[in-house]
């Protein structure tokens, strides 16, 4: 298991851009699939963003396609969300999730395959 921390969000105006960083505790960092969800308010948790471990390969979903950018720094044990072009759509809480299963390489965008949650941090798109 890993601890999840989530830094970064804030309030912010439409077209402008913020940086989400997840940081984990744990000496095996570089295994674990990680994952960004949202949640808004009277909505379901939705998937935004994941990232394999060594490999980097990425996925998003299509309305944060061309906007939202995630990487990670092995070294450093932490995941980042860079948001451009934000929309106020994109208002909610944004919490990062951790799994190694087998699973988690080919079903990354369900939130069951993911073991380790953050508390999430909260992101506000005014218009």
């Known amino acids: 298991q890993v601890q999840l921390v989530e830094s970064g969000g804030g309030l912010v105006q439409a077209g402008g851009s913020l940086r989400l960083s997840c940081a984990a505790s744990g000496r095996t960092f570089s295994g674990y699939v990680m994952g960004w969800f949202r949640q808004a308010p009277g909505k379901e948790r939705e998937f935004v963003s994941s990232?394999?471990?060594?490999?980097?390969?990425?996925d998003y979903t299509d309305s944060v396609k061309g906007r939202f950018t995630i990487s990670r720094d092995n070294a450093q044990n932490t995941v980042y969300l860079q948001m451009s072009s934000l929309k106020p759509e994109d208002t909610a809480v944004y919490s990062c999730?951790?799994?190694?299963?087998?699973?988690?390489?080919?079903?990354?965008?369900?939130?069951?395959?993911?073991?380790?949650w953050g508390q999430g941090t909260q992101v506000t798109v005014s218009s």
């Open positions: 990232i394999t471990g060594n490999s980097g390969i990425t």
């Open positions: 999730a951790a799994s190694n299963r087998f699973a988690a390489c080919t079903h990354h965008q369900s939130p069951a395959v993911y073991h380790d």
